[in-house]
């Protein structure tokens, strides 16, 4: 059947079509090309944010977040089960991670991968050893560098435990160390490197500048494995490190010496808190150089709720020991502290993650709630400053 069309309506797709035919055609799009932004200036209240990311842990992320403006400013991929450290002039972030040729499984390859931290890119890898220690602890000392950044420490666990030597300059693995069961890479100084031992003890091991051990020497025992054992993670201070145990003791290494000393231990609670309170969570500790305070995430809780994050964050000065203010986190809408940061600036914030993914910035001298980011990747587990 033959359609007929009328006769307006044909006139007018007549002159559409004439004056398309008459017009010019419009030019081409102009190619786009990819660029890289570099950041603001860096500001001493940024925080890098470590997303565990428990439900892809093959993806996991590093964010970086600005707590002065509330929001995040840019991210980075970081593998699976990753651990880094912040070079000494705090331009490269390294991050010694895993990664698998068929996603979660397949071939294994451990890498060590260097961000910049001006445009979060990658500059540079070196393949690693398939022996990196793969913990979701990831604190202080599980990488770290030599204070002149020369040497970078790397920890394994297989679980036979050592840990790799890095010449950064080299971009080379230079030595691998026999640690005896001991984990952990503390830096001091000539080329020293402790790590800390399964009965309490502390390894010291010192290296020649190629990369081989010259001696090592272990401590007596500083803590009691079976009585009060100590977080893994742990917080830098200008001499060495602080520790937090189970029951609520702290434990302070002093690394500045010809030998590791150790500080008398000095206790969190009253006679009434003991056994009532405790410390738990994953970064159960922030630092404050500059003011001395010691930050504390805290709850009530038996045996066994180490990792149960904080109704309370308590803040102490750590050279008088004595406890300065209990601040209360909102457990019931945003979850226990479960991370603690501190700035190191004139002015610092104290960031608290949560164990529902919140992260709470706050006035690290008066406790005061700046901003609250509801939500913030899947599981914020660590931070540390950029």
Same mark, same amino acid.
Request: hydrophobic fraction near 40%.
């Given at each position: 059947?033959?359609? %007929? ?5 044909? !006139? ?32 001493? @209240? ?15 992320? &590093?964010?970086?977040?600005? *707590? ?14 990753? /651990? ?18 068929? *996603? ?9 991968? =260097?961000?910049? /931290? ?7 890898? $070196?393949?690693?050893?398939?022996? %990196? ?20 420490? &790397? ?15 080299? /971009? ?67 001499? *060495?490190?602080? @520790? ?39 970064? &159960?500790?922030?630092?404050?150089? %500059? ?14 709720? @180490?990792?149960?994050? *904080?109704?309370?964050? +308590?803040? =102490? ?9 209990? +601040? ?5 809408? @945003? ?17 608290? !993650? ?5 992260? $709470? ?18 599981? $914020? ?6």
């Amino acid at each position: 059947m033959r359609l %007929k069309w009328p006769g307006a309506f044909c !006139a007018l797709l007549m002159a559409v079509a004439g004056t398309a035919m008459a017009g010019a055609t419009p030019p081409p799009l102009p190619a786009e090309h990819l660029s890289v932004e570099k950041l603001p200036p860096p500001s001493p @209240h940024w925080a890098y944010l470590f997303d565990f990311s428990f439900n892809n842990e093959t993806d996991e992320r &590093v964010y970086l977040y600005d *707590g002065d403006k509330g929001r995040m400013l840019g991210q980075f991929e970081v593998g699976y089960y990753p /651990n880094f450290a912040i070079s000494p002039d705090h331009k490269t972030t390294a991050i010694a991670t895993t990664y698998w040729s068929r *996603g979660g499984h397949g071939t294994r390859t451990d890498v060590l991968e =260097f961000e910049d /931290n001006q445009s979060l890119t990658l500059r540079g890898e $070196l393949l690693l050893p398939s022996k %990196k220690a793969q913990s979701g602890a990831v604190g202080e000392f599980n990488v770290a560098y030599s204070a002149d950044g020369h040497f970078l420490y &790397v920890t394994n666990l297989t679980p036979a435990a050592t840990f790799s030597i890095v010449d950064v300059a080299k /971009n080379a693995v230079v030595g691998e160390i026999d640690t005896d069961a001991c984990i952990m890479v503390m830096p001091s100084a000539q080329r020293r490197v402790s790590s800390l031992c399964e009965n309490g003890r502390l390894l010291t091991v010192t290296h020649d500048e190629s990369g081989k051990e010259t001696s090592r020497s272990v401590s007596k025992p500083f803590f009691n494995v079976d009585r009060d054992p100590i977080f893994a993670t742990s917080v830098r201070t200008p001499t *060495g490190a602080m @520790h937090v145990s189970f029951l609520g003791d702290v434990y302070e290494i002093d690394l500045s010496g010809a030998e590791p000393r150790f500080v008398e231990p000095w206790p969190l609670l009253g006679a009434k808190e003991r056994g009532h309170w405790r410390p738990g969570g994953q970064q &159960v500790v922030a630092y404050h150089a %500059k003011s001395g305070r010691l930050y504390v995430a805290m709850h009530v809780g038996g045996e066994g709720s @180490h990792k149960q994050g *904080g109704t309370q964050i +308590w803040v =102490f000065d750590a050279k008088t020991h004595r406890r300065i203010a209990r +601040w209360p986190v909102d457990a019931a809408k @945003h979850g226990g502290a479960f991370a603690l940061l501190a700035t190191q600036d004139d002015h610092p914030l104290l960031f608290a !993650a949560t164990e529902n993914s919140a992260l $709470l910035v706050m006035d690290a001298m008066t406790g005061k709630l700046l901003h609250v980011e509801a939500k913030l990747g899947q599981t $914020l587990w660590s931070m540390m400053n950029p």
